[in-house]
């Protein structure tokens, strides 16, 4: 019964989506088809809507339609500007100076909307020009904005990791955003490199040298943007406020300042609040679906059995880490990221908590595993708003993406390898 239940789950779930059924519906219809080979149909309809009702009965959930509407208001109050001005005077001569701008810029509005999705829009849309204008390959430009939006999912604030939290089952959310940073600016670096060599190898220009006085003036004028992460972290840290606190704070902020800078009209708000609710009902639809799953599979007991079939194979943790990881970077490719978290931390996280592994540090490594896959075919979302950004193609874009794949991969490698990376903040802090 249980290979029944499997292949049920594992081949109606993938004949949705061949149909082009949506990844929430997919997950909701294979979860009742799986429970009616054990259940009569009404009781298993009837236990899939509990579970996705019970699913998303989660206080801690309340901070992600706030963390989105905050970094939608970020994004359209001119916030963004003032940071890429900011992470420009940084870079100075570097090789490929605007490329640098685009990595700095998106892990600075990653840290303070926590949204790919908004630092790859803010970011392609204002830099891609510009980039076009300095003599910088349009595909290059997009392959940048591309992969260091992700860095906005690990660097908190994050509604992945508040997802995680939730999905294993009460992970701490103030240790795995302290944890986000260091792993956050080790993709950030790597990306950095990657670009400066193939800036070398293109022979493309540097930034203009900034002045000492440039970088105070454009420091100044981020400041109220960047004191939103004293306030939301810092917060969270000194034990002032929850996440969830944090997340309505964190609008507040975002509007007062957005007001202030004039650039967010009174008139304008209501499609920035219609614009993050329906965001937030494609999120949580998602969360929900998956929940039934993880239930789902939790009562035929699969992920038991997968974990048994790992745990058989080797003892190792590390090459029962890699297979996990090469099983979550296939799935990335095919599966967007909150579903995935959702439905695999259930299956892996018992298997690595058994042979030693930190539950923070496998919620960063997992994260950062699927932030691959959104910028990868087929359904990788960064990955399509990177190129419609930046109106080119796909085809266009995915040689010169490979690189920043490998600085994202040895970066995952890194963290895999060396766990102090994501777990010396959470211990220095106490948290």
Not at 373 to 391: E, H, K, M, R, W
Request: charged letters at 10%; a neutral charge; one cysteine or more.
């Amino acid at each position: 019964m249980e290979t029944l239940s499997i292949l049920v789950l594992v081949i109606s779930f993938l004949v949705f989506l061949g149909l082009g059924v949506p990844v929430a519906w997919s997950l909701g219809l294979s979860s009742l088809l799986t429970l009616m080979v054990t259940v009569a149909t009404v009781p298993a309809w009837t236990t899939i809507a509990q579970r996705m009702g019970t699913g998303l009965d989660s206080f801690s959930l309340l901070a992600i339609p706030f963390f989105i509407l905050a970094g939608e208001l970020m994004n359209r109050g001119g916030i963004a500007n003032r940071l890429i001005e900011f992470a420009k005077a940084l870079t100075g001569r570097l090789p490929g100076g605007l490329l640098h701008v685009n990595v700095i810029a998106a892990m600075l509005m990653g840290a303070i909307a926590g949204s790919a999705v908004a630092a790859a829009s803010s970011m392609g849309g204002i830099l891609g020009k510009r980039m076009e204008k300095e003599g910088y390959p349009k595909e290059l430009g997009a392959a940048v904005n591309i992969t260091s939006s992700t860095t906005g999912l690990i660097i908190p604030p994050s509604n992945v990791l508040i997802v995680y939290s939730l999905a294993s089952g009460g992970v701490s959310v103030a240790a795995l955003f302290v944890a986000g940073y260091l792993p956050g600016l080790l993709v950030g670096l790597l990306l950095m490199i990657t670009a400066a060599v193939m800036v070398k190898i293109k022979k493309l220009p540097s930034g203009e040298r900034s002045s000492i006085g440039l970088v105070l003036k454009t420091f100044w004028r981020a400041i109220p943007s960047l004191f939103l992460l004293i306030v939301v972290i810092g917060g969270i840290i000194a034990g002032v406020f929850t996440a969830t606190e944090a997340s309505a704070i964190a609008v507040l902020y975002a509007l007062g300042l957005s007001l202030i800078y004039r650039e967010l009209k009174v008139n304008e708000l209501p499609s920035v609040l219609l614009k993050s609710a329906e965001t937030t009902a494609v999120v949580m639809l998602l969360i929900a679906t998956s929940m039934a799953m993880s239930w789902v599979m939790s009562a035929e007991e699969i992920p038991q059995s997968i974990s048994n079939s790992l745990l058989s194979l080797s003892d190792n943790i590390f090459v029962i880490l890699i297979m996990i990881n090469l099983i979550l970077l296939f799935v990335g490719v095919f599966m967007d990221m909150t579903p995935a978290v959702l439905i695999f931390t259930p299956i892996f996280l018992p298997v690595v908590t058994a042979l030693g592994v930190d539950p923070v540090h496998f919620g960063i490594m997992m994260v950062l595993n699927l932030c691959i896959g959104l910028c990868t075919p087929p359904v990788g979302s960064i990955l399509f708003i990177g190129v419609g950004v930046a109106q080119t193609s796909i085809q266009k874009v995915l040689k010169p993406l490979l690189p920043f794949f490998f600085a994202m991969i040895l970066a995952l490698i890194l963290i895999m390898l060396f766990p102090e990376i994501s777990l010396w903040l959470p211990r220095f802090f106490g948290v």
